[in-house]
């Protein structure tokens, strides 16, 4: 990386690391869609990327963007703690998601066993 990002060039990077279009982006930044263009191109050039998916790689590798998943109250959440080694217990909302997704198994699994 050449130089720091500016604090626009990261609100934009982390935009598009959330899936939202340029269009989205300009609108929510009020900034026109040329302006946008000019700001993710200096990104992709600060970075040393070639487009928007390898800019968020590279800031996500270089410490830029934190990479975990940020998903709670359901398994993906819970699975995302048990990942990072933190007790996932210790929140709530993923505790619960955990058990209704556990239970949700077991009703599948009941429900293909009564089938056979």
Avoid: F
Avoid at 39 to 67: F, S
Avoid at 99 to 110: E, F, S, Y
């Amino acid at each position: 990386m050449s130089a720091e990002l500016t604090p626009h060039q990261l609100r934009v990077l982390r935009m598009v690391s959330q899936g939202l279009t340029h269009a989205q982006i300009a609108a929510e930044l009020y900034v026109t869609p040329k302006g946008l263009t000019a700001a993710v191109n200096r990104i992709h050039a600060k970075l040393g990327a070639t487009n928007a998916p390898h800019a968020v790689l590279l800031a996500c590798q270089a410490g830029i963007l934190d990479g975990r998943p940020r998903r709670h109250g359901d398994h993906a959440g819970y699975e995302a703690h048990r990942r990072r080694g933190e007790d996932p217990t210790k929140c709530e909302p993923c505790r619960l998601g955990e058990r209704a997704h556990r239970q949700a198994m077991r009703n599948r699994n009941d429900a293909n066993q009564e089938a056979a």
